[in-house]
């Protein structure tokens, strides 16, 4: 198979020369559950491909979504079945007895760092973001984020929808969850509960139907 490389301003484009599309980059031989296809790891050699990348010191420019990297899937047709689709994706795959590992196993790190001196006003370690335009419909449920489960058979210990650890170095968490932003709940998330405003409700879907969880200020 031909691999067909050009330039386009700075950067680098390749694809099939013979078969338009049809091109693939692929590192490390595939396998499941056998040590020693896929480019290895040690010690000192802790990770395979790495990109890094600033602002150059000057002002990025308004509105620019993603500064690094991006990847998408384009569905085009209308498909059906069992199909699931990603822009993404990122694994960890656990083979052997790693419960004495005392860190963190993830299929993705999210990682948003205030280094000494940076200051933010609002950001995630994830950003999960919907897009739902004029013309664009929903026939069941779209999230910002979706727990799903493959097997899930008899275990011990707890499986979760979400874990709060405690905090690696020092200090603690504020809060569970926060609403809107600078005291302004527009999220739609949250309802009044009496004139004094000391009530209020956070709703939630079970099973289809909208229910109200109360909550009290402190």
Not at 7 to 31: A, E, L, P, S, T
Not at 55 to 61: C, E, P, Q, R, S
Request: with cysteine; net charge neutral; hydrophobic share 40%.
């Amino acid at each position: 198979m031909a691999i067909e490389w050009s330039r386009k301003g700075r950067d680098i484009v390749y694809y099939d020369g013979v078969m338009r599309g049809k091109g693939q980059i692929i590192k490390g031989v595939f396998n499941a559950t056998t040590a020693g296809y896929g480019l290895k790891l040690t010690s000192d050699r802790t990770w395979i491909e790495r990109g890094n990348a600033d602002d150059g010191g000057i002002a990025l420019a308004t509105g620019q979504a993603y500064l690094f990297a991006s990847r998408r899937v384009l569905l085009t047709y209308a498909h059906s079945g069992d199909l699931s689709a990603y822009g993404g994706c990122d694994r960890c795959s656990v083979a052997a007895d790693e419960s004495a590992v005392t860190g963190f196993l993830g299929g993705h790190w999210g990682y948003l760092e205030v280094k000494n001196g940076g200051k933010v006003n609002v950001g995630g370690a994830v950003v999960g973001q919907i897009d739902l335009p004029t013309g664009a419909d929903v026939s069941n449920v779209v999230s910002c984020f979706l727990a799903n489960v493959n097997h899930l058979v008899s275990h011990t210990g707890k499986a979760v929808v979400v874990h709060v650890a405690n905090p690696s170095n020092s200090g603690l968490l504020d809060a569970f969850a926060a609403f809107g932003v600078d005291g302004n709940d527009g999220t739609g998330c949250i309802a009044s509960g009496d004139g004094s405003g000391a009530y209020k409700y956070i709703y939630v879907y079970i099973a289809g139907t909208r229910y109200r969880i109360p909550a009290r200020a402190d």
